[in-house]
């Protein structure tokens, strides 16, 4: 971008404090053309098995035993039995529910067997089930490796808790049914019980080059892979030595997660690494980090096929968070999605297709950029931005979308009885900058704008969008000649997010 580029701006004129019903827009140009995003991504490079196996070492010297305890008395497991429903354990276990527990060091699954062999059963070499709750208390370490399978028996409402750490390499981690004797595939009723994995305050979590399945169901922090802080409620009856101020972290790296409900969730995680996994065929999101999750890194993963909601998605305050290289297709909606302010997020060189709704979308989040993307035959727009500012949408390939390349616009949502307008504030403002790439045989048009305060753009090729006629739409669609006519011979055209030079008059 130079200094001697053509540039264009469109500016919503706002009068007495709401958008008309008639919005008048005026075509200036700008009085300091925005630099160039610095487009910076983490090193990957030491997210390694080897960088794993050094954060066992210190372990190795120091090992663990196992405890078989009265599950009312845990804090680790206080959230799945609360309500009434330590009567669901006691049924399914046939007696006062129990729970087994790695304490003081790093404990191995033969070792535990050996100790339990009726709570952890070897089934066949390598192959062990687990009939009770399993988990790593603060002070110990549990790893599975060298090909082995932990299965957790949904017959018996088993399931892993982790307070400490926990390592899954080169191995295997499902729900089983024991009757059955087959894995604990999903049945259709989310509210079923299934076996899953927990990480709370204080934990790390490795997965590593292993597989992961059948886990999870609609049940809060039980719904797949979930690393999450404790509540205020729990975390006021944790031991003294969890360090509930220490928020869960991981790496989950080269892995394959099929038939989970979530495949990945986090509540108030920090600095996890979701690196070259497989998200397939999961139930209701791919990848969901949540609630104030921070500093994250999505990368290099393959997310397909998620059948009621969007391929990866980060909602209610994810910031500071890096979504690059991903391929996301054939979700149910969006490929890739920023939610309920979740804002200062790289959204970068990501490949989104063939989902049932956007292909990028940003929902009352604010200040990410949506750098060198390519958003292709997608049902609905290519990338979508709503009640959302500061938004930067920079050298991205849009093409053969089933709607818009570019969508923007506020919407009410205070009538939605289920939005907590408390805990999910939102203002009814949109603003954008569009430069460089291509948008191009987008089925309605390349851009809509409705209702945007500010809208710049440069160095655009728009290519035959909505039958090749008047392709910049809604409140665009008068000046969409005179832009046009402006950028005529360069193809050009650029929106950015400046001050507004609009006069609000009451």
Do not use: C
């Not at 035993?65 to 009567?87: A, D, I, Q, Y």
């Not at 090909?147 to 028996?153: E, F, I, K, S, V």
């Not at 899954?168 to 049914?177: G, P």
């Not at 750098?371 to 997608?378: E, P, T």
Request: proline share 4%.
């Amino acid at each position: 971008m130079t200094q001697g580029l053509r540039t264009w701006w469109i500016v919503l004129l706002v009068w007495s404090g709401a958008v008309s019903a008639t919005p008048e827009y005026q075509l200036s140009a700008p009085s300091e053309i925005p630099a160039a995003p610095q487009v910076v991504l983490p090193d990957v490079s030491g997210y390694t098995e080897a960088a794993i196996r050094d954060k066992l070492k210190p372990w190795l010297g120091k090992p663990g035993h196992g405890s078989e305890e009265r599950m009312s008395g845990s804090v680790e497991t206080r959230k799945f039995f609360l309500g009434g429903r330590l009567n669901i354990w006691a049924e399914r276990q046939g007696r006062f529910p129990r729970i087994l527990f790695v304490r003081g060091g790093l404990v191995r699954l033969d070792a535990l067997a050996k100790q339990f062999p009726e709570a952890l059963v070897q089934q066949l070499p390598g192959v062990f089930l687990a009939r009770v709750p399993l988990v790593v208390s603060a002070d110990a370490a549990l790893v599975i490796d060298g090909g082995q399978t932990l299965r957790l028996a949904e017959d018996r409402g088993a399931f892993l808790v982790n307070a400490g750490r926990f390592f899954l390499l080169n191995s295997k981690l499902l729900a089983w049914r024991e009757k059955e004797q087959v894995p604990a595939t999903f049945s259709g009723d989310k509210k079923k019980f299934r076996p899953f994995y927990t990480a709370w305050s204080g934990s790390e979590t490795y997965m590593y080059g292993s597989e992961i399945s059948h886990l999870g169901s609609a049940t809060t922090k039980a719904y797949g892979v979930s690393l999450s802080a404790f509540s205020k409620d729990d975390s006021v009856y944790a031991p003294a030595d969890v360090d509930i101020s220490r928020r869960p972290t991981g790496w989950l790296v080269d892995n394959l997660f099929y038939d989970m409900f979530y495949g990945f969730y986090s509540y108030e995680a920090d600095d996890v690494v979701i690196l070259r996994n497989r998200y397939e065929d999961n139930y209701y999101y791919g990848i969901d980090p949540h609630d104030r999750s921070r500093r994250l890194i999505i990368a290099e993963n393959r997310v397909w096929g998620t059948k009621v909601r969007h391929g990866i998605i980060g909602s209610r305050e994810v910031n500071d968070s890096f979504i690059f290289r991903n391929i996301s297709f054939n979700n149910h909606l969006a490929g890739i999605m920023l939610d309920r302010l979740s804002n200062h997020n790289l959204v970068a060189y990501n490949t989104t297709y063939g989902n049932g709704s956007d292909g990028i979308a940003m929902y009352e989040s604010h200040h990410n950029l949506i750098y060198a993307n390519q958003v292709y035959q997608n049902a609905h727009h290519g990338i979508r931005f709503r009640n959302s500012q500061d938004i930067r949408i920079v050298d991205n390939m849009i093409l053969k979308n089933g709607r818009y390349g570019v969508y923007g616009h506020i919407k009410d949502l205070s009538y939605q009885s289920y939005r907590d307008l408390a805990l999910d504030p939102y203002e009814a403002r949109s603003s954008a900058l569009l430069s460089g790439g291509v948008i191009g045989f987008n089925r309605s048009g390349a851009v809509y704008a409705e209702a945007t305060e500010q809208l710049m753009f440069s160095n655009l090729l728009l290519e035959a969008n909505g039958g090749g006629n008047r392709p910049l739409r809604g409140d665009l669609t008068p000046l969409s000649a005179d832009i046009l006519q402006a950028t005529q011979g360069e193809q050009w055209v650029r929106w950015a997010p400046q001050p507004p030079t609009a006069v609000v008059t009451n």
